[in-house]
């Protein structure tokens, strides 16, 4: 299952962007959904992911409080949200979904769609 990421662009500091997550062609219901990040000369970074349910969310601690990933099975989306960002938080940005229930896990996705690109600048 590949997904696609949208919404990313250029923020100052301190500034805010909503990513989305989409699939066509599947539906997202009954998949966890996880985001990771791709900074230049840097290893894939797992940032959060969302339970099937929504009942459930992960994030790494570097973004804990800022970012919200949240899903719309009615729009058969996932957003992730994030606030008061940083230049650090410059990346490709990736989801992908996964069947496993260990959505918190990155070894259970394995099909990064193609990215969008979120640039801070200070």
């Known amino acids: 299952v590949q997904l696609q990421a949208s919404g990313g662009g250029s923020v100052q500091a301190g500034g805010s962007l909503r990513l989305s997550c989409a699939a066509s062609?599947?539906?997202?219901?009954?998949?966890?959904v996880g985001w990771a990040r791709q900074a230049p000369g840097k290893e894939r970074e797992f940032v959060a992911a969302i339970h099937r349910s929504g009942s459930g969310t992960y994030y790494v601690d570097s973004v804990k409080g800022r970012f919200t990933i949240s899903r719309s099975n009615l729009k058969n989306t996932v957003y992730l949200e994030m606030k008061s960002l940083k230049p650090e938080d410059t990346a490709v940005y990736y989801c992908?979904?996964?069947?496993?229930?260990?959505?918190?896990?990155?070894?259970?996705?394995?099909?990064w769609g193609q990215g969008t690109l979120v640039t801070v600048s200070s």
């Open positions: 062609g599947l539906t997202l219901r009954g998949y966890g």
């Open positions: 992908a979904a996964t069947t496993n229930i260990e959505y918190y896990r990155s070894d259970w996705y394995n099909s």
